[in-house]
Every structure is written in C-alpha cells, then in structure tokens.
C-alpha cells in the first residue's frame, strides 16, 4: 500500500513539474536600482564608456523546464536581450553615484559570464537556483587595465511546484541585482575608475 502511494505522488510531482514542459517560455527580467546609492565625490568628473559582452556558453536560453528528474526540457528565454539589461543596470548604478555614462576615456567593460537559472527538485517542492557572473575591468585611454575583477550574484525561489519561467524570474532578477551590487560595494572599482580618469 505504502509503495504505491509513493508511486502515485511521485507520479503527482511529475505532471506538476513539467506542466507543458516542451514548450519554449520567454520572460521578462526586470533590474530593481539601489535605494542607497550616493553620490561619489568627483564622479561628476569622470566619463565612462561603457562595453557589454555577451560570453557565455549558452547563450539562447537563461533556464530550462525541467521534468521531475531533473531534465532540462523546453527552453526559458527573455524578451530582452541579456546584454541590454546588464547594461541598464550598470548604466543606472552609475549614474546614480554621479558618473557621466557619456562615451568618456575611462572604459568600463563587463563581460557577462553566467545569467541562468536551474530547477532543484525536491520530494514535495522544488526550488529555483540562479546566478549571475560578470568580469568587470576598468581600461584607461592608454588602453591599460587597471581593474580586473569578477563579481557573482545568487538568487532562489523556494517551495515551487512548477519548474517554469514564472518561477525562474524572481529568482534572476535577484541574482542580477546582486551581482550589480557585489560591484558597487568595491572601494577598488571606484579608485579604478578615479586612476584612468587621472591617465593622460
């Protein structure tokens, strides 16, 4: 009796995790600003250039439906390209602390390493695990790096009963805003930004 009552709620989980599990979804990540940024003495000064790349190994999807075994099955995509919203983001925080986003000689570029999601499923629920990786360097108008450093973000989404993009959104854009705010904590990124203004 016991046993098929196991049999019959695992059956129940698996229709409840794949739902129409082969069918593409596209979601919208959305980036929330800083309500503590504050303005960087002499920020107003600086101008920045700043370059988005798009590295990573998969780039057509951010997530994956997944069956109750854990198999990646229909594609979660955005509506958005990736590298508009990394973009947005930095552009904001920036802004925000005073920085001229102008095409000035101080180069900010971010390469985009990881924006993902994965399904982790449980007995009874599952969760929604994201990340978000950035290499983030700071290039003066010699052409010289003088900051170099990669930032991560992590999101979840717990007790889901679905593996779909509704569930991975939240659990982005948490990863994106703490992967935006793991750089702006950094004293070094602002006197990075601070020396290749100085370079001639």
Do not use: H
Not at 110 to 125: A, E, K, L, P, V
């Amino acid at each position: 009796m016991l046993n098929r009552v196991l049999k019959l709620t695992c059956a129940l989980m698996f229709l409840l995790l794949t739902g129409c599990a082969f069918s593409p979804e596209k979601i919208d990540v959305g980036y929330s600003p800083s309500s503590n940024a504050t303005l960087i003495q002499g920020a107003s000064d600086i101008g920045i250039k700043l370059q988005i790349n798009d590295v990573r190994t998969t780039t057509d999807r951010v997530s994956s439906r997944t069956n109750a075994y854990g198999q990646e099955l229909g594609a979660i995509s955005l509506n958005e390209d990736v590298s508009t919203i990394v973009r947005t983001a930095l552009e904001t925080e920036l802004r925000n602390r005073g920085y001229r986003v102008d095409g000035g000689k101080v180069s900010v570029v971010c390469d985009i390493q990881d924006f993902y999601n994965r399904f982790q499923t449980g007995f009874w629920s599952g969760t929604a695990v994201a990340s978000v990786r950035f290499n983030v360097k700071v290039r003066d108008s010699q052409g010289n790096y003088i900051f170099s450093e990669t930032v991560t973000g992590q999101g979840r989404k717990e007790k889901i009963q679905m593996a779909t993009g509704k569930n991975a959104k939240p659990a982005l854009d948490d990863a994106l805003k703490n992967a935006v705010n793991a750089l702006f904590q950094r004293d070094d990124f602002y006197q990075a930004l601070r020396r290749a203004n100085s370079m001639p």
